[in-house]
């Protein structure tokens, strides 16, 4: 039997706003309370661990999340802090003398450039004369290639392919040559991404595959590590991004991978591209590049035989879509598929859209009707989002003055979901948080309590997990929880927003950290009992 007695700090808990200890017995929440008692149920079988005023909060979910992708850019050439094309080859020069093979580099934001100028294929050459270089921009959309690697795959200038920027389908046959699966490598980022998510207090990630992000045999990997390996890292949901036609082809595909893991088909099953790339499918034509509308790689009939296959099968579906006119081919797919299949079929799907970044009351009003998620990354607009960044530059002012409704999907009664979109952006979960409190627009902002929901409870429910404790802390749930280093609790709310819940302490609203200055910083990770990450310093 193993007894753990946490005491002297603060659990965030629905059953005691109010409690200081915490008791877990064999990976289970056995007790819940305050210091005085905590003192009188301590015996010689526990372990008593002082927490010394730290907070214990659930571990989070990830809700969308690219390992192999995380892996690669940890250990990879960070080019997010480069602000032009002299920089970025400045840091391919560095590359070149230090590294062999392929030079592997992410992060790059042209927005954030003076001129907004790139490097030309020309400058990558001379850069590595005849080294492969590829460099992909921040939202892994679009890269910057190198004329050696262009020509290994067979790619000739024309529409995807501008002056070593490559983006759209000739992207994806890019990455696909460049992320060939390699088994020493691809574990070595599986795991390095695997604890970095453990080390920011996540307890759960949800792994969004595709052929042309990581590959099958980078999911059956990863699907096949041994108990010991799953128990000391983060539990891993999994979507496998491709389309079916048929409710039988759905059941054949779902049933290949032979693991429960893979709870759906889709995550990134693209409809669209992104923003930063141009590759987003929207409305009207992008503000900074007239005639340009984004990229659509799937057809109302294609998404509509997908959603149908999946609802007739019982198995959830989703996609990748950002634009306005994407979502709009992806409810019009939607419908389609209720009218044929019938809408309840459709409605218990629990079905999700990934991003879904450009919605109008229309359009949430027909994902409630479809009984739709929102799978959404507040990072985007802290990194993106406010007057004269990459949104209003893309989309002009009135457009981005709208993006990311969080609040809007929320009051709507559309469920929403957190994750990072890594390695698109950082895994910061309190970052993301703090994000919701500070979208750009006043009215998408929701309260830090219902944006953790949103990144803990809420990920599970999206999941379908059937245990009705996931992403709690209250007797009988599983000991999943992060241990934080957090100085001030409050309950915290938009400023421009009234909350549904008193903001009083006396109300026994649960507190979370203060997220002004310093963000909380990870003591320890513990999923079922099992310590993932361990910063505490206490035995």
């Given at each position: 039997m193993s007894l753990e007695m946490y005491r002297n700090g603060s659990i965030y808990s629905p059953a005691d706003p109010f409690a200081t200890a915490m008791l877990v017995e064999d990976g289970t929440v056995a007790w819940i309370g305050t210091e005085a008692a905590a003192g009188a149920l301590l015996d010689a079988r526990m372990t008593e661990i002082d927490l010394q005023g730290a907070l214990?909060?659930?571990?989070?979910?990830?809700?969308?999340?690219?390992?192999?992708?995380?892996?690669?850019?940890?250990?990879?050439?960070?080019?997010?802090?480069?602000?032009?094309?002299?920089?970025?080859?400045?840091?391919?020069?560095?590359?070149?003398?230090?590294?062999?093979?392929?030079?592997?580099?992410?992060?790059?934001?042209?927005s954030t450039f003076a001129s907004g100028t790139l490097p030309t294929s020309d400058q990558l050459h001379r850069a590595a004369p005849d080294r492969e270089i590829y460099l992909a921009r921040v939202d892994v959309h679009s890269a910057l290639i190198s004329p050696a690697l262009a020509h290994r795959v067979g790619l000739v200038q024309g529409p995807e392919y501008v002056d070593g920027l490559v983006r759209g389908t000739a992207h994806e046959r890019v990455r696909s040559?460049?992320?060939?699966?390699?088994?020493?490598?691809?574990?070595?980022?599986?795991?390095?991404?695997?604890?970095?998510?453990?080390?920011?207090?996540?307890?759960t990630v949800v792994e969004m595959a595709a052929e042309h992000i990581s590959g099958r045999a980078d999911l059956e990997a990863l699907l096949a590590r041994t108990d010991a390996e799953k128990a000391s890292s983060p539990e891993v949901y999994a979507y496998w991004g491709q389309a079916v036609g048929t409710e039988e082809e759905a059941r054949s595909l779902l049933?290949?991978?032979?693991?429960?893991?893979?709870?759906?088909?889709?995550?990134?099953?693209?409809?669209?591209?992104?923003?930063?790339?141009?590759?987003?499918?929207?409305?009207?034509?992008?503000?900074?590049?007239?005639?340009e509308r984004g990229t659509s790689y799937l057809d109302v009939d294609s998404i509509s035989a997908h959603v149908a296959a999946c609802s007739l099968a019982g198995i959830q579906a989703s996609f990748h879509v950002i634009g306005d006119a994407g979502l709009d081919l992806a409810l019009e797919g939607f419908g389609r598929a209720a009218e044929s299949v019938g809408i309840a079929k459709v409605q218990a799907g629990r079905h999700r859209l990934e991003h879904v970044e450009m919605a109008d009351d229309a359009a949430r009003a027909q994902?409630?009707?479809?009984?739709?998620?929102?799978?959404?990354?507040?990072?985007?607009?802290?990194?993106?989002?406010?007057?004269?960044?990459?949104?209003?530059?893309?989309?002009?002012g009135s457009r981005a003055a709208s993006m990311n409704g969080m609040g809007q999907f929320l009051a709507a009664g559309v469920p929403v979901v957190v994750g990072s979109d890594a390695p698109v952006t950082s895994v910061s979960p309190w970052a993301s948080v703090k994000a919701c409190l500070e979208l750009s627009d006043p009215q998408?902002?929701?309260?830090?309590?219902?944006?953790?929901?949103?990144?803990?409870?809420?990920?599970?429910?999206?999941?379908?997990?059937?245990?009705?404790?996931?992403?709690?802390?209250?007797?009988?749930?599983?000991?999943?929880?992060?241990?934080?280093?957090?100085?001030?609790?409050?309950?915290?709310?938009?400023?421009l927003r009234v909350s549904s819940w008193s903001t009083d302490a006396r109300a026994g609203t649960p507190m979370l950290p203060v997220l002004e200055d310093e963000l909380p910083n990870c003591l320890r990770t513990v999923r079922a009992g099992h310590v993932l990450f361990d910063a505490l310093g206490v035995s």
């Open positions: 214990i909060t659930p571990a989070f979910v990830d809700s969308h999340v690219h390992l192999a992708s995380l892996g690669a850019r940890l250990k990879g050439l960070g080019l997010g802090a480069a602000r032009s094309a002299t920089e970025v080859l400045a840091a391919v020069d560095v590359a070149a003398a230090n590294t062999s093979g392929t030079i592997l580099g992410a992060g790059w934001d042209e040559a460049v992320f060939a699966y390699d088994p020493t490598a691809n574990t070595e980022n599986r795991n390095l991404a695997l604890q970095h998510l453990a080390a920011t207090g996540h307890g049933a290949s991978f032979n693991s429960t893991s893979v709870v759906g088909l889709g995550g990134d099953l693209n409809i669209d591209g992104s923003i930063g790339s141009r590759t987003a499918l929207l409305r009207a034509d992008y503000s900074d590049a007239a005639g994902m409630l009707a479809f009984a739709l998620t929102a799978s959404m990354q507040p990072g985007f607009d802290a990194a993106w989002g406010g007057p004269g960044r990459l949104y209003e530059q893309r989309l002009g998408a902002r929701i309260s830090a309590r219902a944006a953790f929901m949103a990144h803990t409870r809420s990920g599970f429910r999206a999941l379908g997990t059937p245990n009705p404790f996931a992403g709690q802390l209250v007797n009988g749930a599983d000991a999943t929880f992060a241990i934080w280093d957090a100085a001030e609790l409050s309950v915290q709310t938009p400023d």
